[in-house]
Nanobody, 123 residues
Framework: QVQLVESGGGLVQAGGSLRLSCVDS????????MGWFRQAPGKEREFVAA????????TYAGSVKGRFTISRDNAKNTMYLQMNSLKPEDTAVYYC????????????????WGQGTQVTVSS
């Protein structure tokens, strides 16, 4: 059973950095690919980044490529999202989830959504 909890969000000025964490209290963390998504007010949930079970392949949305880094530590059942050079348009609730399908960037193939963590970037 997947039980994900996100943390690490907060208020930061443009150009600043934050590191989000996603902890899985279940027992299957190391066997699944995972991803980060975000949802801004009035907008649909959008893909941010994804990582395979062994960290062999990472995928990023064009809007965050070069600024965000996804990683995971299977020994700690934890996935991370290092966010640098933050922009006001990065403001959103960030969610992590486990991918069970083949569509890397579509939320429809992810399950186990956490409650999200708010990231607010001021200009």
């Amino acid at each position: 059973q997947v039980q994900l909890v996100e943390s690490g969000g907060g208020l930061v000025q443009a150009g600043g950095s934050l590191r989000l964490s996603c902890v899985d209290s279940g027992r299957t963390f190391s066997t699944y690919a995972m991803g980060w998504f975000r949802q801004a007010p009035g907008k649909e949930r959008e893909f941010v980044a994804a990582i395979t079970w062994n960290s062999g392949v990472t995928t990023y949305a064009g809007s965050v490529k070069g600024r965000f880094t996804i990683s995971r530590d299977n020994a700690k059942n934890t996935m991370y999202l290092q966010m640098n050079s933050l922009k006001p348009e990065d403001t959103a609730v960030y969610y992590c989830a486990v991918r069970i399908g083949r569509a890397v960037v579509s939320s429809i193939d992810y399950v186990g959504w956490g409650q999200g963590t708010q990231v607010t970037v001021s200009s």
